[in-house]
C-alpha cells in the first residue's frame, strides 16, 4: 500500500515537473538544413544568444533536408547552398525568398602518410570520382606534383550520402570542366556516385576521410581546418594554382550580383579566384503569417536575418569564410525588407 | 574383456560430456567477454570526457573545444518522463483489458496489435509522428519525441503489467468480490495496489529500453544546441548527440560522444540492476 502511494506521488510530481517546463517557454527559433555553413551559423547563433538572449537552434542535417523542413512549414528557415530552380518553386506552398548570408569553399581534402600538399585540377579530380583513377600514385596525378612522392595507395573517394548543396556546387564545377562528368552524372544535390563511398553531413565525410587513409572528399573549408585535414590546390580556369583562402573565395564572389541573389560561383573566372566558392543562402516565406506563427516570431526572423548579414559577418572570417561583398549585404537588405507579415513589411 | 569395453564406452561417454560441456561454455564466456568489453571500451574512451563542464555546459559551436552536454541530459530526462506520462495510462488500461477480458476474441486481438506493435521499426515510428504531430504542430518537439519514445516502450510495458496482473492470487479477488465490493474497486484497490511493484518494473524496463533509442527521435525531437523545457520546441537527447558527435571531424565531439555513451550505459545498467535486485525480494 505504502508502495502504490509513493509511485502515485511520483507520478503527480513528473506531471507538475513537465508542466512547469512547458511554461517556461524562452524566445526560440529553429532552423535545419545546410550543413556547408554550419559551423559559421553555430558560432553567430551562440553570439547572438550572447548579446540578445534568443536562442537559434540550427539543426545541421543537410540542404536537401533544410528545402524539406520549409515546405513542411515545420522550422522558422531552412539553410540552402543549393538555390531553388524556377522550376521548383511549386513545390512551396507560398513564395520564398533566399538571403544570402556567408561565402565558403569545397576543398578537396585527402588522408595520405604525412599529408603532403597536393596540386589537383578539376579533371583529374572528376577522373577520381568517376573511377578512372584509382591509384595515388597514378601518372595523372604524380604529373601534377612532381616534388611529391606519391603512395601506392588506393584511392577511395568520399561523397555525401545525403542530399547537399555542397554536392550541388561541387558537382557543379565537376560538370563545367568534365564533359564526360557532365553526361555521364551531372549536377544536383545527390547524384548516383560511379565509385567511392557515402557519409553524410560535411562533418560526416570528414570524419571519414580523417579516419581512412587512401580516401578523399570534399567537405567546406572550416571543416578541413578545424580538423587539421589538407586542402588540395586547385587550377582555375584562369590557369592559376589557387589555395581555398579568404582572399581567393573573396575573390570569386567580385562580380555582378543578382537582385534574388540566386547566383553560382564555381569555376569563377576572377584571375584569382578560387574554383569551388560557394553562397549559402537562409530560405524563408516572403510572407511570414502562415499557420499559427504570430508578428513577434516573424520580427524576431527578420531581425535575426539583419544581424546576420551585419554584425554577424565579424564573425565568419576567423571560421574561413567569407564575409559578403557590399553588392550582396545590399541585395539582402532589400530581400528582408521585402518579407511581410499579413502584407506590412516585417522590418520598417 | 567386457570390463574394457564397458571402461572404454564409459570413457568416449565422459570425453563426449566434457566436449560439449566445453562447446557450451566457450559461446557463453564471449558473451560475457563480449559484454565486459562492451562495457570496458565505453567507461575508458568515455570517462576522459567527464568533467563539472560536461554535466552543466551546453554545446559549443562547431568545432570548438570544451562546454558540455547538459541540453542532452535534461532532454533525455524530458523524453523519458513525457513517454512516461503517454505509454503508463495506456499500458496500464490495455492490460487491464487483457486481464479482465482474457480468452475473449478481442483481447486477443489487441494481444497481436501488441506484439505487432513491437515489431515495426523504431525509424518508422519516428516518420510516422513527423506527420502526426509535427507536421500539423508545425514544429519538431519534446512532446513529438516522447510520444514516438512511448509507442516504442509500449507494447514491453503493456505485455510485462499484463503479466505482473496475472500474477495477483485470484482468491484475492475472489475474496474481494464475495465480501461484496464492486468489481472496479476491488481492481483498484486490490489487484493495482498488489501488482505496484511489479508496474514500476514494467515502467522502468520501458525507460531502459526507450533511453537508448536515436531513430525515433530524428524526425521528432530533432536536437538542440541549447538547452530547452520547452514541451512544444525541439529538444536534445543523449542518443542523438552521440549520433551527431561521433561523426564529426573534431576530437573533442569524439570525446563528448564516448562520455555521453557512458551516461547512457550507466543510466540503463542501474535500472537494469535496480529492477533486478528488486525482485528477488
Redesign the interface.
Same mark, same amino acid.
Not at chain 1, 57 to 60: G, K, L, R
Not at chain 1, 72 to 75: F, G, M, S, W, Y
Given at each position: $500500500?505504502k !508502495?502504490?502511494v509513493l509511485?502515485r506521488r511520483g507520478?503527480l510530481m513528473?506531471?507538475c =515537473?513537465?508542466g512547469a %517546463? &512547458?511554461a =517556461?517557454?524562452?524566445q526560440?527559433l =529553429?532552423g &535545419?538544413g545546410a550543413t556547408f555553413p554550419?559551423?559559421a551559423y553555430?558560432?553567430m547563433? @551562440?553570439e547572438y544568444?550572447k548579446t540578445t538572449g534568443i536562442?537559434v537552434?540550427?539543426?545541421?542535417i543537410g540542404s536537401s533536408g533544410g528545402l524539406k523542413n520549409i515546405q @513542411?512549414?515545420?522550422?522558422d528557415f531552412g539553410g540552402s547552398d543549393s538555390f531553388v530552380k524556377d522550376t521548383d518553386f511549386a513545390k512551396y506552398p507560398a513564395s520564398i525568398v533566399h538571403i544570402p548570408t556567408v561565402i565558403g569553399a569545397v576543398v578537396v581534402t585527402y588522408n595520405l602518410p604525412g599529408n603532403p600538399a597536393l596540386r589537383l585540377t578539376g579533371e583529374v579530380i572528376a577522373d577520381i570520382y568517376l573511377g578512372k583513377i584509382t591509384k595515388w600514385n597514378d601518372k595523372r596525378i604524380a604529373e601534377l606534383n612532381p616534388a611529391v612522392k606519391l603512395p601506392n595507395m588506393a584511392i577511395m573517394p568520399v561523397y555525401r550520402s545525403d542530399g547537399s548543396g555542397t554536392t550541388f556546387n561541387f558537382t557543379a564545377y565537376l560538370s563545367a570542366v568534365s564533359t564526360e562528368w557532365k553526361s555521364k552524372v551531372g549536377n544536383a544535390n545527390s547524384v548516383s556516385w560511379p565509385a567511392g563511398q557515402g557519409? %553524410?553531413?560535411n562533418?560526416?565525410v %570528414?570524419?571519414v576521410?580523417?579516419q581512412t587513409p587512401g580516401s578523399i572528399g570534399y567537405v567546406e573549408l %572550416?571543416?578541413a581546418h578545424?580538423?587539421n $585535414?589538407p586542402a588540395a590546390a586547385i587550377k582555375n580556369s584562369s590557369g592559376v594554382w589557387v589555395d581555398a583562402s579568404l582572399a581567393s573565395i573573396s575573390a570569386s564572389a567580385a562580380g555582378a550580383f543578382p537582385p534574388d541573389s540566386r547566383i553560382l560561383l564555381v569555376n569563377t573566372n576572377a584571375k584569382e579566384g578560387y574554383p569551388i566558392s560557394a553562397l549559402t543562402w537562409i530560405i524563408v516565406y516572403r510572407e511570414q503569417k502562415y499557420? &499559427? !506563427?504570430t508578428l513577434e516570431q516573424a520580427e524576431h526572423l527578420a531581425k535575426l536575418l539583419w544581424w546576420m548579414i551585419h554584425d554577424g559577418q565579424n564573425f565568419v572570417e576567423a =571560421?574561413d569564410y567569407a564575409k559578403l561583398p557590399a553588392p550582396a549585404i545590399k541585395a539582402a537588405e532589400a530581400i528582408i525588407k521585402s518579407i511581410t507579415y499579413d502584407g506590412q513589411p516585417v522590418l520598417k | 574383456m567386457e570390463n574394457n569395453a564397458f571402461k572404454s564406452r564409459h570413457q568416449t561417454r565422459a570425453q563426449k560430456d566434457r566436449f560439449f560441456k566445453f562447446a557450451v561454455m566457450i559461446p557463453a564466456g564471449i558473451v560475457v567477454a563480449l559484454l565486459v568489453l562492451i562495457l570496458a571500451q565505453v567507461v575508458i574512451n568515455g570517462a576522459r570526457a567527464l568533467n563539472v563542464d560536461f554535466f552543466f555546459k551546453e554545446q559549443k559551436p562547431f568545432g570548438e573545444t570544451g562546454g558540455g552536454i547538459v541540453q542532452a541530459i535534461v532532454g533525455t530526462i524530458m523524453l523519458l518522463g513525457t513517454s512516461i506520462v503517454v505509454a503508463l495510462p495506456f499500458s496500464l488500461l490495455a492490460s487491464l483489458y487483457l486481464y479482465e477480458h482474457r480468452g475473449s476474441k478481442r483481447a486477443k486481438v489487441l494481444a497481436t496489435a501488441i506484439n505487432t506493435l513491437q515489431g515495426i521499426p523504431s525509424i518508422v515510428i519516428g516518420v510516422v509522428i513527423y506527420s502526426w504531430i509535427v507536421v500539423p504542430l508545425r514544429s519538431f518537439s519534446s512532446l513529438a519525441g516522447g510520444v514516438a519514445l512511448a509507442i516504442v516502450m509500449l507494447p514491453l510495458m503493456t505485455s510485462m503489467i499484463h503479466a505482473s496482473l496475472e500474477m495477483v492470487p485470484s482468491s484475492y479477488l475472489e475474496a474481494a468480490l464475495a465480501l461484496g465490493v464492486p468489481r472496479w474497486r476491488a481492481i483498484i484497490d486490490i489487484i493495482l495496489p498488489a501488482s505496484a511493484s511489479g508496474i514500476l518494473e514494467a515502467t522502468g524496463l520501458g525507460v531502459a529500453r526507450a533511453a537508448g533509442e536515436t531513430a525515433p527521435l530524428i524526425f521528432t525531437a530533432f536536437g538542440n544546441p541549447f538547452l530547452s523545457l520547452s514541451l512544444k520546441g525541439p529538444v536534445s537527447a543523449l542518443p542523438l548527440v552521440i549520433y551527431e558527435y561521433i561523426k564529426s571531424p573534431y576530437d573533442d565531439w569524439h570525446q563528448k560522444a564516448w562520455g555521453a555513451a557512458l551516461l547512457l550505459v550507466l543510466f540503463v545498467l542501474s535500472l537494469n540492476v535496480l529492477i533486478g535486485s528488486r525482485k528477488k525480494h
Open positions: $500500500m !508502495r502504490n509511485f507520478l513528473a506531471l =515537473l513537465i %517546463a &512547458s =517556461l517557454n524562452a526560440t =529553429l &535545419s554550419a559551423p553555430t558560432k547563433f @551562440d544568444y536562442k537552434n540550427y539543426q545541421a @513542411d512549414r515545420v522550422v557519409a %553524410a553531413q562533418a560526416g %570528414a570524419g576521410v580523417k %572550416a571543416y578545424q580538423s $585535414m499557420a &499559427s !506563427r =571560421l | -
